[in-house]
Nanobody, 123 residues
Framework: QVQLVESGGGLVQTGGSLRLSCAASKFTLDYYAIGWFRQAPGKEREGVSCISSSDGSTAYQDSAKGRFTISRDTAKNTVDLQMNSLKPEDTAVYYC????????????????WGQGTQVTVSS
């Protein structure tokens, strides 16, 4: 069974950085397109970034461009999200998910979800 576990969330001040990690057990993440999503209180879940399985291409929502970087660590079997210049509006629960469709455009179809990790950015 696919299991994803997110880690790296926490409390950080505006302008700070966090690195989230999505780890998998019992399967290899390299074979899957992986997306990072987030859900703020009272808002719908939204995609943040994704990385393809075939050529490593990436996609970002406008809110994440220039500040967030998604990458794979094949040795650790993780997909990481480096988040810099964090803003209070980045506060949310962040989820990773395998994608059932391609990592392309701005809308991505998630399949299996992790349990999420809380990111709180204080002003």
């Amino acid at each position: 069974q696919v299991q994803l576990v997110e880690s790296g969330g926490g409390l950080v001040q505006t302008g700070g950085s966090l690195r989230l990690s999505c780890a998998a057990s019992k399967f290899t993440l390299d074979y899957y397109a992986i997306g990072w999503f987030r859900q703020a209180p009272g808002k719908e879940r939204e995609g943040v970034s994704c990385i393809s399985s075939s050529d490593g291409s990436t996609a970002y929502q406008d809110s994440a461009k220039g500040r967030f970087t998604i990458s794979r660590d094949t040795a650790k079997n993780t997909v990481d999200l480096q988040m810099n210049s964090l803003k209070p509006e980045d506060t949310a629960v962040y989820y990773c998910a395998t994608l059932s469709g391609p990592c392309r455009g701005r809308t991505w179809m998630a399949h299996y979800w992790g349990q999420g990790t809380q990111v709180t950015v204080s002003s």
